[in-house]
């Protein structure tokens, strides 16, 4: 049961009862008072709660923003692009959430705390004082009725009359203080019920409205979400297929890492330890050193290098060699050693220990020693083992057969291509399709592989069958899409808009053999279809990429890092299959426009070697300036001999070529880089036709037929021609000076420090010469000499 009401009439009797009725509304009242006081507190608790996890939040943003993958590689595919980003999105998806809860916060003191600190002050407050008056007004009027009573009654009439007189005016005094008093009691009980709850209902409203906002974010952040767990599930197909190859070629060096040496331009190197001779009381001790030695210079690198020490790298010594000789262990008491000579310090021999005596060897037949081995140092590139496979009748029958078997029996097979069959039955499904075929190439062979049933077979999986077509593909002597172009294809995976990238893979599979490109038509087509089941057989493009990218194209050196680029392969794929009409059945343009953005993203300026505050970020520096001096399209290439050595990188120079060429991947264009050869050494082993559309591709207003000057546009990163501009190869030599010359400004430039000079595109500078800032000139301009990004001038 409830408050039992409290009467006013009950006031004038004030019986037991009625002092136990108010005593319970008071008790009742001081419950009301603690628990709003206790609710005050943990209100309190709950914003500082808040605050702590909006700071703790906020700083977990903060950690997320500032976080950077590093890839592998000299560029990142869009997918990793997106998952770099990631984490920003992240961090500003929790921003915008905490902004919304300290509104939150801000609500809470307003619409709850406040409310009810006035509510406990003023009405509670205001029941307490009139609490402490009617305890103070009973005390006094019962003490006066007791000492009115207890008057003698000998006293005068007067004074019992005047004393009758006052103890009424108190008693009624003492009714009105307690009606007021029993009036407030109730009101403040009935009052609570909105004045409490009230503030309630807004503190929960304006959570709410937090979560709703929450759920808002989430809404907006939904779309990115799932192209967000697209580029994660791609990047992770990727990954799987890499490491699978990665494994493959740990396994092949692990059996024979004499055979998978990489080609370099030092005829040998590798670690030695060099004795280093001290005062008579201290002997001798024996340092290893990292030595590097290049036999067409007789230049010999040393760098001392100790692991155990974290890595500790010392300074390097370089020498000229003269002769090696072999040391025996009757003049040493250490075993595989050799000494050395330098033609640049006379009277001066260094005396170092190999590892084994098969590398002491090795580095006796590098440095011209009297012992020598018959296999090199350095060993070439291993050639893949030529298959029976090729792009013969044979190899069309085979590849339109499978094709033709897929499409009919398993299109919508969950997993088509990525399952794999049974290594035996492929290997003997490929001896029956081929196996009769090379006694000879005629009509009849090639009815031997009709024979053989795909499509109404039981006796063959579809599994089998799409493994056999990969097998075959792989067998084939050289990658459907060549070495030769393997390069040029990564190159505009890895940059530019989605058009040029399209554009510049349309151009160069026109660039194919004749029947590359129409085996790759027939395959694509075919990729293309099953692609467009992909709800049913869950191969969508990305997958398909993933699964042919290695297929189709594989460098030519097996190296980690050549592997780390089968991410653009996949995407060079899928490009091929989600353009297929436009690549196959329509005629590249060969004649871009020239880039119209060529002031909006100009080249990053080269990093600036001072140390001082404001330094530049260290950015790439770009290759647009590639000029190609060819002559008539057709004119044979200037010897070796004749070709200065400074042409890639002196400014001076009649043919400036930047180090970024295009052309032949691996080893056979850094061996051309390291000799010192030139562009047109690269050059003169393309067809004259291809060289003149390249010139005319690189600067569409110049005439098919290239001047001995032409001037070349550079291509900017969104544009096509941007392919015939890889990453720069590093050349370790300086480049020479340039003599006092003239430049045109190509991009525009605003200077970051006072010893720079800004300029828009078209400026002329005067007294340009070479800075000692490496990639920054020296000029004038308008009368102040200042620095000029050397890629953001071409030179007159």
């Known amino acids: 049961m409830g408050l039992q009401p409290l009467e006013f009439s009950d006031c004038y009797l004030d019986s037991p009862w009625f002092r136990e009725r108010i005593r319970a509304h008071e008790a009742e009242l001081e419950r009301t008072n603690k628990f709003i006081k206790e609710l005050i507190k943990d ?79 003023e009405q509670l407050g205001a029941v307490k004082e009139e609490k402490k008056k009617f305890d103070k007004e009973t005390e006094k009027n019962y003490s006066l009725i007791d000492k009115h ?63 709703h906002q929450g759920h808002e974010l989430a809404k907006d952040f939904n779309h990115y979400k799932m192209e967000l767990q697209i580029n994660i599930q791609n990047t992770r197909n990727r990954f799987e297929g890499t490491r699978s190859e990665v494994e493959e070629l740990m396994n092949k060096i692990r059996q ?139 190899g069309f029958t085979i590849i339109r057969k499978c094709i033709s078997a897929v499409e009919t029996r398993g299109i919508n097979d969950q997993g088509l291509y990525r399952v794999v069959g049974v290594s035996s039955k492929v290997q003997r499904l490929l001896s029956m399709l081929m196996g009769k075929i090379r006694h000879a190439d005629t009509v009849k062979d090639v009815k031997t592989c009709h024979e053989v049933d795909l499509e109404n077979s039981a006796d063959w999986e579809v599994k089998t069958i799409t493994s056999a077509l990969k097998q075959y593909l792989r067998s084939l002597p050289e990658p459907l899409m060549t070495y030769e172009l393997h390069g040029d294809f990564i190159v505009p995976a890895k940059s530019g808009s989605p058009e040029s990238r399209v554009n510049a893979i349309h151009f160069l599979v026109h660039k194919l053999p004749e029947k590359n490109k129409e085996m790759l038509d027939i395959l694509v087509k075919h990729l293309t279809n099953v692609s467009n089941h992909s709800k049913q057989n869950l191969m969508t493009v990305a997958n398909l990429g993933v699964v042919f990218g290695p297929t189709l194209m594989r460098p030519q050196e097996e190296t980690v890092a050549a592997l780390m680029d089968l991410k653009f392969q996949n995407i060079v794929v899928e490009i091929l299959i989600e353009n297929h009409e436009k690549i196959f059945r329509t005629p590249p343009d060969t004649t871009f426009p020239e880039p119209t953005c060529l002031s909006a993203s100009p080249p990053n300026a080269p990093p600036r070697q001072s140390k001082r505050q404001g330094q530049r970020t260290k950015r790439p520096v770009a290759v647009y300036n590639l000029c190609l001096e060819l002559e008539d399209g057709d004119n044979p290439n200037p010897s070796k001999e004749d070709t200065p050595t400074s042409s890639l990188d002196s400014l001076s120079s009649p043919s400036p070529v930047t180090a970024a060429l295009p052309g032949p991947p691996g080893p056979d264009k850094n061996h051309l880089l390291a000799d010192g050869g030139s562009f047109g050494d690269w050059a003169s082993t393309i067809p004259g036709q291809t060289r003149s559309s390249m010139v005319q591709w690189l600067n569409p207003q110049s005439p098919t037929t290239t001047s001995s000057n032409p001037a070349v546009t550079p291509p900017s990163p969104g544009s096509s021609a941007f392919l015939f501009s890889p990453p720069a190869t590093v050349v370790d030599k300086p480049p020479e000076s340039v003599s006092s010359r003239k430049a045109r400004a190509v991009y525009p430039c605003e200077a970051e420090h006072s010893s720079e000079l800004s300029f828009e595109i078209g400026a002329i500078f005067e007294d340009v010469q070479t800075s000692r800032e490496p990639g920054w000139l020296e000029g004038t301009l308008n009368g102040k000499r200042g620095l000029i990004p050397q890629n953001y001038v071409k030179l007159l």
């Open 256 to 394: 024979n890492p004499k055979d998978h040496k990489r080609a370099s331009q030092f005829t040998a190197e590798g670690y030695l330890y060099v004795q280093e001779k001290r005062p008579a009381p201290f002997g001798s001790s024996w340092v290893k050193h990292y030595c590097m030695y290049r036999k067409a210079a007789k230049k010999f690198n040393m760098i001392p290098f100790e692991h155990r020490s974290g890595g500790k790298l010392g300074d390097g010594e370089v020498f000229f060699l003269k002769e090696c000789t072999k040391r025996h262990t009757d003049s040493i008491d250490r075993r595989f050693c050799f000494d050395i000579e330098a033609a640049d310090r006379p009277g001066v021999s260094l005396t170092m220990q190999a590892f084994s005596e098969e590398e002491r060897k090795q580095w006796l037949e590098a440095l011209g020693g009297k012992e020598a081995l018959s296999h090199s140092f350095n060993t070439a590139i291993i050639p893949r083992p030529e298959g029976s496979a090729q792009l013969d009748k044979l």
């Open 149 to 211: 009573l207890n008057l003698s009654a000998k006293k005068k009439d007067s004074h019992l009359q005047e004393a009758d007189i006052q103890v009424e005016q108190n008693r009624q005094h003492f009714y009105e203080l307690s009606l007021e008093y029993v009036c407030k009691l109730q009101e403040i009980q009935e009052r609570k019920k909105f004045e409490f709850v009230e503030p309630m209902l807004s503190f929960f409203q304006g959570m709410f409205t937090f979560y």
């Open 43 to 121: 209100g309190k608790n709950l914003i500082a709660a808040t605050k702590s996890l909006s700071v703790a939040q906020r700083k977990f943003a903060h950690s997320l923003r500032d976080f950077k993958f590093e890839f592998i590689g000299d560029a990142v595919t869009d997918d990793e692009r997106c998952i770099d980003a990631s984490l920003r999105e992240f961090s500003n998806f929790l921003k915008n959430l905490e902004e919304q809860r300290e509104i939150m916060a801000l609500s809470v003191t307003e619409t709850l705390i406040k409310p009810l600190e006035k509510f406990r002050k």
